[in-house]
């Protein structure tokens, strides 16, 4: 929502996997004031898996297993599930946001997402059983400092995160530094709910 207007400054990759419909992958909206929106959704979970395995995420710097794509609730895979001797296991669903319909001010979601919902759900169980389980935002705008829930857009996944959030669910939001050569992650950012 709002990135695909006539006109705006786009970074494309080329594409050569034979797999791919499209020669070409958009990945930058380029805002032509040095910011920039990184619009790639698989990207947040290779930045994330990286900030993990360096231990540049403060809140997750004990944990030394990290395991992508772990099986969990209904039919659904978690992100990521961190392990450490002595400590509880950590779950971590990513969540990639762009949306900024306000200046300085991301939103998320940026449409109806049920399937969202449904995460926060499987995370509330989580947590109810006793693990930690964490919502993550990566922000990939270099032009915000806040996060907000667009709950205009999705009232369900906005009544959804307040609902995980008191059964001890807990909400990190990241910033994304982003450049035409890469990205990676930010500091923390504030969350507004």
């Known amino acids: 929502m ?10 494309l990759e080329p594409n050569n996997n ?5 020669k070409y992958g958009w ?9 920039y929106t990184g619009i790639d959704t698989s990207l947040p979970n290779h930045v994330i898996k990286d900030a993990l395995a360096d231990r540049s995420i403060p809140s997750f710097t004990s944990y030394d297993i990290i395991r992508p794509e772990v099986p969990f609730g209904d039919q659904s895979r978690i992100d990521f599930l961190l392990t450490a001797e002595g400590l509880p296991d950590t779950f971590i669903e990513v969540k990639s946001v762009t949306l900024s319909r306000i200046d300085t001010l991301a939103e998320f ?17 989580i947590s109810e059983r006793g693990h930690r389980a964490v919502l993550l935002f990566l922000v990939q705008r ?19 995160i307040t609902t995980a959030q008191r059964a001890g669910v807990e909400v990190l939001s990241l910033s994304a530094h ?14 507004q709910g």
């Open 142 to 160: 270099t032009d915000c400092s806040q996060l907000k829930i667009a709950d205009d857009i999705d009232p369900d996944y906005a009544e959804a």
């Open 27 to 35: 990945r930058i909206v380029d805002h032509e004031n040095g910011h």
């Open 109 to 125: 979601p940026d449409s109806v997402t049920k399937r969202g919902t449904r995460h926060l759900y499987e995370l509330k169980k």
């Open 18 to 22: 034979p797999k791919k419909k499209l």
């Open 178 to 191: 982003i450049t035409p050569v890469g990205i990676e992650i930010g500091d923390s950012i504030d969350f």
């Open 2 to 11: 709002g990135l695909a207007d006539p006109g705006s400054k786009i970074w």
